[in-house]
């Protein structure tokens, strides 16, 4: 399926049993779902798939060489969203932590809820930050948010 210059791809994560749809072109990302059941049958290998299957096989991958869209996204949520970009692989920070490296140490809350608007899960991400109390929400579901987690070897 061509939307503009991207593409969607599609491939099983076995260790986490969902599917993911990307939808990007050799170099910008637009977005990451996952899926319970195929979503369709697009397959065009883009770069981003393969290294989205090697993340999902447990391998450290960085996603940082990807552009990503944040079109339609308010500055504010652009701020988070390249600021959660930072944080590495099998590395956890707090909400507030988040919202003082985005430059933005009083919104903590806005900073969760700019979480939530993230449509490119893992590419940016956001299930690596957790509340002090624990691991926080996130807009998959908690479970989805955990498994992530302990494949990067992170137990909350």
């Not at 050799?26 to 065009?44: A, M, N, T």
């Not at 701020?79 to 490296?101: D, F, G, H, K, M």
Request: net charge neutral; with cysteine; charged share 20%.
């Amino acid at each position: 399926m061509i939307m503009e210059k991207y593409v969607t791809d599609c491939f099983f994560a076995n260790k986490v049993k969902r599917w993911v749809a990307v939808e990007a072109d050799p170099v910008s990302v637009r977005s990451v779902k996952l899926f319970e059941q195929r979503p369709g049958d697009e397959s065009v290998n883009l770069p981003v798939t393969s290294d989205l299957q090697r993340y999902f096989m447990g391998d450290n991958v960085d996603f940082s060489s990807y552009d990503v869209d944040l079109l339609g996204f308010t500055p504010f949520q652009q701020e988070v969203l390249t600021a959660t970009r930072s944080v590495p692989w099998a590395t956890c920070i707090t909400y507030s932590q988040l919202a003082s490296i985005a430059g933005r140490p009083k919104a903590v809350r806005a900073v969760g809820n700019a979480l939530g608007s993230n449509r490119m899960p893992v590419i940016i991400p956001c299930h690596r930050i957790v509340s002090k109390h624990g691991p926080g929400g996130y807009s998959l579901g908690i479970g989805l948010k955990l498994e992530l987690l302990r494949l990067e070897s992170i137990e909350i």
